[in-house]
């Protein structure tokens, strides 16, 4: 079975320009969580979506928004860019939508802005 | 409000020793769930463990072994005779009912292993 994937693994923008990651779950999952990791904040939940909803939402600006398809996959975007906001980006899927479930990892989004 | 102490920023040991990784957890719920993730270089995180608030059951899985304690808020993971595979961030997390699969982590341990 494949893994969480997520793509590109690498991007370079500038600030004021906006940016789409995207997560692939595993398949069967249906949700999708995204996490922003940096060495000052840590790992910070950003959003979860399931069944194309969202369902939780972290503490992070309306500039970070997300969806997902009908196909479960998701995508993140974050528009106008700042410096703060390079990052490791990681999606994670689960099977359901019950608290608690084990969550598998993709191998992040590496955002860096100039 | 959730929150997740990991104290131990970074930790060396020389290969074959034991090591403990402490977690402390802070919540007002009544039913949450505690999970260990392992972060190599690569980057990915792998999951480890889940354990529920209702289950105190220690757990071993082969050099892995959790420590959950509910009269101490404390999850700690110790590692038996520990190899340089083992090198990697260990994050602590804590998700609760309600919260979907929202997790809060805590801060992470570097744990170095060398021979």
């Known amino acids: 079975k494949a893994g969480v994937t997520q793509t590109p693994r690498y991007l370079i923008k500038t600030r004021g320009q906006q940016v789409t990651l995207s997560c692939s779950p595993i398949?069967?999952?249906?949700?999708v969580s995204w996490y922003q990791q940096t060495p000052g904040q840590g790992l910070q939940f950003l959003f979860e979506y399931f069944s194309e909803t969202q369902r939780n939402k972290g503490n992070f600006p309306g500039r970070f928004s997300g969806r997902q398809f009908s196909n479960s996959r998701s995508e993140m975007n974050v528009s106008t860019l700042e410096l703060g906001d390079s990052a490791l980006y990681l999606c994670?899927?689960?099977?359901?939508?019950?608290?608690?479930?084990?969550?598998?990892f993709g191998p992040g989004t590496r955002l860096t802005v100039l | 409000a959730q929150k997740v102490t990991q104290a131990q920023t970074e930790i060396s040991v020389v290969e074959k020793e034991d090591v403990t990784l402490d977690c402390v957890y802070e919540?007002?719920?009544?039913?949450?769930?505690l999970f260990w993730y392992k972060q190599p270089p690569s980057g990915e995180l792998v999951f480890l463990i889940r354990?529920?608030?209702?289950?105190?059951q220690n757990e071993i899985s082969g050099r892995y072994s959790w420590n959950f304690q509910k009269s101490t808020s404390s999850f700690n993971f110790t590692i038996t005779a520990s190899q340089v595979v083992d090198s990697a961030v260990y994050f602590c997390a804590l998700g609760f009912t309600g919260g979907g699969n929202k997790l809060t982590f805590g801060t992470g341990t570097q744990l170095k292993v060398e021979l």
């Open positions: 398949s069967g999952h249906r949700s």
């Open positions: 994670a899927s689960s099977y359901g939508g019950a608290s608690g479930n084990e969550q598998f």
């Open positions: 919540t007002r719920d009544t039913t949450y769930y």
């Open positions: 354990r529920n608030s209702f289950d105190e």
